[in-house]
């Protein structure tokens, strides 16, 4: 099967999601916001179309060294949609 590129999307707003997990360590975690979370959208905002989501999210690191995405519950998933562009 072909490992197409995931995209994780914001279940508040839809709009992507962005984490940095650096450790590569089992059950490393770090958190997931938004990408119209004003942290991340200082540089490119645009006050025209300003929406501010303060979805927060958690990111696991699995055993096989890939990740998983929660909502802020740590128990609901995220599901990664493929794009194919
Ligand atoms: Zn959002």
Redesign the pocket.
Known sequence: MDSSKLCY???????S?VWSLVSGKRGASSRII????PEVSKADWNKHKA?F???TGVVVRQRDGSVKLFDSDGVSYIRGVSRNT
């Open positions: 999307i914001c279940p508040e707003c839809s709009a999601v938004c990408t119209n979370n929406i989501c303060f979805w």
